[in-house]
């Protein structure tokens, strides 16, 4: 196995640099699961909506996660981690590059199987349980073992405040929704948010009525190392036959130079391809 040292790319769906605190959250506590040698990058968009409560706008963000996942496979990085609930573009995404991406909705998911019978998940936004989640378990065939995703209204003035040191209302509605969950059967808890996931695992929420609360953000950097490993050891590789086809580097390029993605940018081409 190369001894290079493993970098992921952390991408959010929203222009993390305007948070500083969220992005130093992450970093640290990655940092807890990464093993010696590993790095990690957290990456936003340049800009984006005010939310992504509307598939609409959800569409065209996706362009801004696009450049940046394309971007960090340019720059070196070894693996993609999408540390988004909504599991953005994840097929166009495994079209366009050829390092791994992994995801946090259905990293979860597949990981809360072996934990657990039945797993459930948090949200605290009406649009992302519905529009979003609720889909993301069908697509992943996940049915049989999710006893349904279960939407508290925690407002992100709660989740400011927690940030702060004050997680009392946060906790409150958390405690809540999950007890409710486990009263209707669940053994996992998954919270449908990367940052109400951060917040559990820095006040040790880590059971909820005696169901374990699966850190997503630590399986999804384990998840990703895991993946680099398989590569450089065995080479395994997103599979080019059937679903995930790609186009050529070229043909993908003389798309982005159509649609303007990468101004000023050299592009770079498979020799060959």
């Known amino acids: 196995m190369s001894q290079q040292p493993i970098r992921i790319a952390w991408q959010s769906s929203r222009p993390v640099q305007n948070f500083p605190a969220y992005t130093r959250a992450i970093e640290e506590h990655a940092a807890r699961y990464m093993s010696p040698g590993t790095s990690i990058a957290v990456r936003g968009t340049g800009f984006g909506p005010p939310n992504l409560d509307y598939q609409l706008f959800d569409f065209l ?121 486990v009263k209707q059967g669940v053994e996992v808890i998954i919270l449908g948010c990367g940052l109400l996931n951060l917040l559990a695992m820095r006040y040790g929420w880590n059971r909820f009525a005696g169901a374990p609360v699966l850190d997503v953000t630590g399986c999804l950097v384990k998840t990703a190392e895991m993946m680099v490993a398989l590569r450089r050891v065995a080479g395994v590789e997103v599979s080019r036959v059937g679903y995930y086809s790609r186009p050529t580097r070229m043909e993908a390029d003389e798309l982005y130079d159509l649609y303007g993605l990468f101004p000023g940018k050299t592009r770079l081409r498979a020799t060959g391809d």
């Open 61 to 181: 963000n996706n362009v801004e996660v696009l450049k940046s996942v394309v971007s960090a496979e340019r720059e070196g990085f070894d693996v993609v981690a999408v540390g988004c609930v909504l599991d953005p573009i994840l097929d166009e995404l495994r079209e366009a590059v050829d390092i791994p991406v992994v995801s946090f909705s259905e990293t979860a998911m597949r990981v809360a199987t072996t934990l657990g019978h039945k797993f459930s998940i948090l949200t605290h936004n009406e649009p992302i349980a519905t529009k979003y989640v609720s889909q993301l378990v069908k697509r992943y065939g996940m049915e049989p073992w999710c006893a349904g995703v279960v939407n508290f209204d925690l407002s992100f003035e709660a989740l400011e405040e927690a940030m702060k040191g004050n997680p009392d209302e946060c906790h409150r509605l958390t405690t809540a929704a999950a007890e409710q969950a």
